[in-house]
């Protein structure tokens, strides 16, 4: 018993000696891995780009604002109408958790969102309309079958001109992850459009994290794509996929502006 004893004991101490080194390397991995250094371990240094939605919306609108505000429920406000051309939409979502909705207009840019929301709080888009009769619909899946829709009139005589943009930026996405995304850079402080195309039936968009946190700048309810023209300051940018779970599934990435 003694000599086993013994046998047992050495063996115990080989074995710590070779297993310590593979311990401390698992350890070091797991501290590593705990790191929140962000997409592809390199997380910039930023302040959050200040917004006021509202003010945006009036200085683009001529001191107007179009706001559709939605709840659990269905649709609580909306304009009777807006005028012809290009103007900025506001989407605002009154709910007290977290749940995705977004602003439609029947027929136009493929039934593709104007804007998205996936938090409490308001988002604008900017989309060009012809004068006439449009229905607008909450673009949310299934949402529209349980209520969320209305009639809008867009009127005047604007001719339907938009801001032509110095570069399109692009993504793509399939299941959950980006099956194409941008590279290079991308110029500053210029109009620049933001596109998304989803290749499946699943809903994607794809929000800054330093521009209005987790709403989303450009949604597609897929499939097909949508697109969002947008001026940014010199900086790289942490972007992701706003609907929930995507990006914990790693649609996530950077893109650099300037």
């Known amino acids: 018993m003694r000599s086993s004893t013994a046998h047992a004991t050495a063996y ?4 710590w000696v070779v297993e310590a080194p593979v ?8 501290l590593l891995g705990c790191s929140d250094d962000g997409p592809a371990g390199t997380r910039p240094d930023y302040e959050p780009i200040a917004v006021d939605v509202h003010t945006e919306a009036r200085d683009f609108n001529g001191g107007n604002v179009y706001e559709f505000v939605v709840d659990e429920h269905g649709f609580v406000s909306a304009p009777t109408s807006v005028p012809a051309g290009e103007v900025m939409l506001t989407l605002t979502y009154d709910g007290a958790s977290p749940a995705p909705h977004s602003l439609v207009l029947d027929g136009l840019n493929a039934d593709q ?75 500053a402080d210029a109009p620049v459009a933001l596109e998304l195309t989803v290749l499946d039936a699943l809903p994607h968009s794809i929000a800054f994290e330093q521009v209005r946190g987790d709403q989303p700048l450009v949604a597609v309810d897929g499939p097909g794509t949508n697109r969002r023209t947008i001026t940014l300051p010199p900086g790289t940018y942490i972007y992701f996929c706003a609907v929930p779970g995507h990006r914990e599934a790693g649609m996530e990435g950077l893109v650099t502006f300037g």
Do not use: C
Request: a negative charge; aromatic letters at 6%; proline letters at 7%.
């Open 12 to 15: 115990s101490a080989s074995a």
């Open 23 to 30: 311990l401390l390397v698992l350890l070091l991995s797991v």
């Open 113 to 187: 969102p104007v804007v998205a929301v996936d938090l409490p709080g308001s988002n604008n888009g900017s989309v060009v309309v012809p004068a006439g009769h449009r229905m607008f619909f909450d673009g949310a899946p299934g949402n529209r079958q349980k209520g969320y829709e209305g009639h809008l009139e867009i009127v005047g005589d604007e001719a339907a001109i938009s801001v032509d943009a110095e570069a399109t930026v692009t993504w793509e996405a399939e299941g959950l992850a980006f099956t194409s995304v941008p590279h290079g850079f991308s110029p």
